[in-house]
């Protein structure tokens, strides 16, 4: 009996507990509401090409942008105490930047100006940018994170409109679209493909490098890492410029979705789920201790709660006070004096065990 209870005292310890607990709420919903949502069908896109389809291929698609974003969220959180509130705003000012190089000063050409991989460098570097600008101002300036991030967060858009000069461009290459959609010949969308070549990266820079170690120091006590001989400047610094990066992959997902840009549309709101993602994690949201796995997973999550509310036809408008909820009901969970009071009550039910002579 007590290792059976051991068992599941671990369990339910673990940090993936929650979201894969979400998960199968969410499953056990789909599955009693409409079980054709995780019905998976061949279809044929646009140029002819046979595709899977079905809701499941849709969290998987448009859920590793999210979960690429959740990498970097995760990481600004744990070194920084605080989140970054501008990603949707850099996505829009990076895709800008990489149509404007693709494109040069015909919004619609008939060949690109050079490649994509030169477009997708100048991208990634304007977002870190971006990132070090607001890393600059929490680092060095002690300015909340939120606070700092509002800068971008108000100003982005017109920023990234300012780029192509309040013009639409359009891209026309047909190669430029596989980046977004399918791949002739591969039937799995490629972001997914992008997803994982992230989680890859992160993965390997993890283990060959101190990356998690100083940034969880810096989160946990930034004094006593500084002690330690760590900058928590320069970590805090360079956890919003990590972002940057994969704020530059996502915005390039984004754009070749559909071959242009939207301003004010692009990745609206997506900060919202990114933070989430990190909350549902399992990731306190004050910073410390992290597990990035943990943050991918609630990425998924969210996206499968996105798609389970749009099957039920809420309407898009309606979706952020859905999450909102699930934001309020995370924070409380995981704040301290809840934690503290359920505590409490597992100490006062083992004393009455005890007491009672269970075993």
Do not use: H
């Amino acid at each position: 009996m007590n290792k059976k209870t051991n068992v599941l005292k671990k369990f339910v310890g673990n940090q993936l507990f929650i979201p894969l607990v979400a998960l199968l709420l969410l499953v056990i919903f789909n599955l009693i509401n409409d079980p054709s949502f995780f019905s998976i069908s061949v279809m044929y896109n646009s140029n002819g090409n046979p595709v899977l389809s079905g809701s499941l291929i849709s969290i998987i698609d448009f859920g590793s942008e999210l979960a690429i974003l959740a990498i970097g969220m995760t990481i600004v959180t744990a070194a920084s105490g605080g989140q970054d509130i501008s990603v949707g705003a850099v996505i829009a000012i990076s895709g800008s930047a990489m149509l404007r190089v693709l494109c040069g000063t015909n919004p619609q050409p008939e060949t690109l100006r050079t490649s994509i991989f030169v477009a997708f460098l100048v991208g990634a570097l304007v977002a870190m940018v971006c990132g070090a600008f607001n890393g600059l101002l929490v680092a060095q300036f002690k300015i909340q994170p939120m606070v700092a991030t509002l800068i971008l967060y108000t100003a982005g858009r017109s920023i990234a409109a300012w780029i192509n000069e309040n013009r639409l461009p359009i891209i026309y290459e047909p190669k430029f679209g596989y980046i977004g959609n399918f791949i002739p010949g591969v039937p799995i969308p490629t972001p997914v493909f992008i997803a994982l070549a992230c989680m890859l990266l992160i993965a390997l820079v993890q283990k060959f490098t101190n990356l998690k170690l100083y940034t969880q120091a810096v989160g946990i006590n930034e004094e006593s890492s500084r002690l330690n001989g760590i900058n928590p400047k320069f970590i805090k610094f360079m956890s919003f410029v990590i972002l940057g990066f994969f704020v530059s992959v996502a915005a390039l997902i984004k754009v070749t979705r559909i071959s242009t840009i939207t301003y004010s549309v692009i990745a609206k709101d997506i900060e919202m789920d990114a933070i989430l993602a990190v909350a549902l994690g399992g990731n306190k949201l004050s910073g410390g201790k992290y597990n990035i796995w943990a943050s991918i997973l609630g990425a998924y999550v969210i996206q499968f709660l996105t798609t389970t509310l749009y099957k039920m036809q809420v309407r898009s408008d309606a979706l952020p006070a859905y999450k909102a909820v699930v934001v309020i009901i995370l924070v409380i969970i995981s704040a301290p004096a809840v934690r503290e009071k359920f505590a409490q009550i597992t100490k006062k039910i083992k004393s009455k065990k005890a007491a009672n002579g269970e075993v």
